[in-house]
């Protein structure tokens, strides 16, 4: 069985914005692994523990950056991920979630597209918790996403926990599927030394646009992106607020009110 988990390099401190392009300027802070997506890698261990049964398991590490991101990889590897796939090229840079989407469904279609996908709920740089259900849609699969617990996987399907606006709900299904991992899910494992020096000797499989679609470059990075950043600034505060203050049955009333009216609009 196959198993993919889609990873991201993020700042690990404050990387400044380009003012011309609203780009994230990712040299101006050192990269880590997203804190999201570690929860996903530990959730793929579980699903490869869970279906080990069936036969052989394949845990594929995918992420898409510059060559600086091969240090994601590595430690996606010493984690027990077995293989490893690095999608950079100049090409892809700038890329939205369109872009983003796009890229990786390109390389997992041409790899083989895994009977499991995990990714992690979002980034902390992009922050939009869109790319998983737009990958999927790409490969027509199922996603689940705000995944906050698991119950079991096994060859025969899962059970995952989803959190909804409404409060929790258990989701049961079959594979082909993805999964958007809260941080809540897990308990995210730490690697050992010796999976760390291990996972240094492991080939890290490198792709660029001519691997995928060369043909068609104006559908990839900045130039496939619809969605452009056309200014950045700073908001003025101009005035503050006040605080209401009334009497606390006043206040009581108010805040039924306001519960009444959320209540009546979620059952329209």
């Known amino acids: 069985m196959k198993i993919g988990v889609c990873i ?3 700042p690990a401190g404050t990387a400044r914005m380009d003012d011309k392009t609203g780009l994230l300027v990712r040299s101006s802070a050192e990269g880590t692994l997203n804190p999201y997506d570690l929860c996903a890698i530990t959730a793929a261990l579980q699903a490869a523990a869970g279906v080990a049964e069936a036969g052989e398991v394949e845990i594929l590490a995918i ?10 990889l590595r430690e996606a590897l010493s984690l027990g991920a077995t293989n490893a796939l690095l999608l950079s090229d100049p090409a892809f840079s700038g890329a939205d979630v369109t872009a983003t989407s796009r890229t990786l ?18 980034t902390t740089d992009g922050d939009t918790a869109q790319v998983p259900f737009a990958l999927a849609a790409r490969l027509s699969v199922p996603a689940i996403g705000w995944v906050k617990g698991i ?15 409404t409060g929790a709900v258990q989701v049961r299904g079959g594979y082909p599927a993805l ?16 999976r760390k020096l291990a996972a240094q000797r492991i080939p890290i499989t490198v792709w660029g646009l001519a691997d995928l679609s060369p043909s068609r470059a104006q559908d990839y990075g900045l130039t496939g992106s619809p969605t452009r950043v056309k200014a950045l600034y700073t908001p003025i505060q101009t005035a503050k607020t006040p605080p ?17 009216q959320q209540a009546s609009l979620s059952q329209t």
Do not use: H, W
């Not at 992420?63 to 994601?72: C, I, L, Y």
């Not at 999964?179 to 010796?194: C, D, M």
């Open 105 to 122: 469904a390109e390389a997992l279609r041409k790899y083989g597209v895994p009977d499991m996908l995990f990714c992690g709920q979002q």
């Open 179 to 194: 999964f958007a991992i809260g941080r809540e899910a897990v308990q995210p494992r730490a690697p050992n030394l010796s």
């Open 63 to 72: 992420t898409m950056g510059p060559r600086s991101a091969e240090r994601t």
């Open 244 to 260: 209401l203050r009334v009497p606390a049955a006043t206040a009581a009333s108010l805040i039924r009110e306001a519960l009444d």
């Open 151 to 165: 119950e079991y996987f096994r060859a025969d399907g899962y059970s995952v926990l989803q959190e909804l606006s």
């Open 8 to 10: 991201k390099q993020v």
